[in-house]
């Protein structure tokens, strides 16, 4: 069912990765090479071409590597978990800023231009298509999406960047900065046109693309993003009690897991009542990774190395020591988001279950209450069922799930200074039948403000949330004067990578 999004795509995988056109061609279309002026004739044709931007999203260069790491280096969630922490990782993690020449950084980058340039082609050839209207309009729908995720990755986190709304059709077409503000806008623009184009479910041989809902919290997120909480909370009522929270909090990290022989052991629960936007990975039981970051095909491998990274074989990261001293003493969210030391593994395997050891795992020890163990994230991770050295994982990575959503309408609701309205999304998130954390009761503002920073971060951690929060909260003053600075003395946006400075003329 995963990798129905991505069947076609190796059809056009190849020719899209550079989509500069040529300007001699001949009169006889050739049907095995074809180009981007005789394709998109079709929906169908259309499709592939937006799978491709799917694919893209899932490469090692965003979602499947190196997205998950310019976030979570710089949300105060994670520590290093040893020497092993390779340098333009650490660089993200230890560094105020990263040098411009950090490839975690750039990857990040040219991912999300190329999901841009692949996109700006299925616009422009949009129009002509015409065997199947209702089809078509989907389709530019989720390619909207996309374009404004991309896009809302590159503002958020760099600020002015080029903004290209055409295809790029030569090896010197390149753009100068753009003003963020008119960033914003295209995001804003095409979010709201893929509200109008998307449907708000699929069958279940489509899951995996967006969605309405997907749009709207998009939009919503973006709105808070760029100040407008009245905005954000319009868009976020629009999917208010259209989903709901899983009673299991571990649901929304578990999924496809093979053993090393290639027997399925789960298939967990992906695309459950929760989840609004998920990327899809494939476990082909293979242990094999696309280490070559282009994502391109339906037989390239379609798995992740998230549970590899910030497992205990390579043990990259650990969980930094405020984010494990934040979570209240009894919050089963803790169980639920962290291994530790003397906890059990393979507890649904067909193996034995283990007991961990420090021996077991190659991680720095943290410290939390006065206690020093070893600790590592559970979300996303598949020791319930393997205990491999290396392992890439099929579970899908939840990019946005209706826990977020209500937490967000809990922010909005406290910056328009109605305290018990945003202690009712918060309670909803917290009174999860798995989780029964006792109620909230903030009176004012700040208060409600500091309760929704609590629990975003508890809930949300090791997801690719905090990072932007931090950006947010800083340029609203809130550290110190509602909680500290997560991230104390980090600059706020990434430098242009000096992969766009030393080749683009208009950027210095």
């Known amino acids: 069912m995963k990798q129905n999004i991505f069947k076609q795509v190796a059809l056009i995988g190849f020719f899209l990765i550079s989509i500069v056109a040529c300007e001699d061609k001949l009169n006889i279309f050739d049907k095995n090479n074809p180009t981007t002026e005789s394709f ?22 965003l979602v499947g590597r190196e997205w998950f790491f310019t976030h979570d280096m710089r949300g105060g969630e994670f520590s290093p978990g040893g020497p092993q922490l390779e340098a333009p990782r650490a660089e993200l993690l230890k560094e105020p800023s990263p040098a411009p020449s950090n490839s975690v950084m750039s990857n990040v980058w040219t991912g999300c231009y190329q999901m841009i340039n692949r996109a700006n082609l299925i616009i422009s050839k949009a129009p002509d298509v015409t065997d199947n209207p209702g089809l078509r309009d989907r389709l530019v729908g989720e ?11 590159l503002v958020s986190q760099w600020g002015d960047v080029p903004l290209y709304t055409e295809t790029v059709t030569s090896a010197t077409g390149f753009q100068g900065k753009a003003a963020s503000a008119d960033i914003y806008a295209l995001i804003l623009s095409d979010l709201t046109e893929a509200t109008q184009k998307l449907p708000e479910t699929y069958g279940a041989s489509d899951n995996g693309r967006a969605t309405k809902g997907a749009a709207y919290a ?61 990327v899809v990975f494939v476990d082909k039981g293979d242990n094999n990774f696309n280490w070559g970051y282009n994502g391109e095909g339906s037989t390239s491998p379609l798995s992740t190395v998230r549970n590899q990274e910030y497992g205990i074989t390579w043990g990259n990261t650990i969980p930094s020591n405020n984010l494990l ?13 962290f291994y530790e030391e003397g906890d059990q593994i393979l507890t649904k395997s067909p193996l034995a279950p283990l007991t961990l050891t420090s021996a077991d795992m190659n991680i720095a020890p943290s410290l939390r209450k006065g206690v020093s163990i070893k600790r590592f994230f559970r979300k996303y991770n598949i020791y319930d069922y393997v205990n491999s050295g290396f392992h890439p994982g099929g579970i899908n ?8 959503v209500l937490l967000m309408l809990a922010e909005c609701e406290a910056e328009a200074g109605t305290p018990a309205k945003a202690a009712s999304y918060i309670n909803e998130v917290r ?73 683009n003329p208009l950027i210095k």
């Open 40 to 61: 998109f004739k079709t929906a169908i044709e259309l499709q592939n071409g937006v799978n491709a931007i799917y694919s893209t999203l899932r490469s090692g260069q």
């Open 143 to 153: 390619t909207k999406f996309l374009r404004a995720w991309a896009y809302f990755e």
């Open 218 to 278: 998009m939009l919503g997120k973006v709105n808070m993003q760029k100040g407008d909480y009245a905005a954000a909370k319009t868009a976020l009522l629009q999917i208010y009690g259209k989903y709901s929270l899983v009673n299991d909090f571990q649901w929304n990290f578990d999924g496809d897991i093979k053993n090393d022989n290639g027997v399925t052991l789960t298939t967990g629960h992906e695309f459950n009542t929760e989840s609004i936007f998920e």
């Open 325 to 337: 001293n934040e979570f209240e003493d009894n919050d089963p969210r803790y169980k639920f988001t």
């Open 397 to 404: 990575q939840r990019v946005i799930r209706y826990a977020d």
């Open 431 to 503: 009174s999860r039948e798995s989780v029964k954390m006792p109620a909230v009761n903030p009176t004012n503002k700040n208060d409600a403000l500091k309760a929704v920073m609590h629990e975003r971060w508890v809930e949300l951690c090791g997801e690719e949330v905090s990072s932007i929060d931090i950006l947010r909260w800083r340029k609203k003053g809130y550290f110190p004067s509602i909680i500290a600075d997560r991230v104390p003395g980090q600059v706020d946006l990434f430098p242009i990578p000096s992969s766009e400075t030393s080749t």
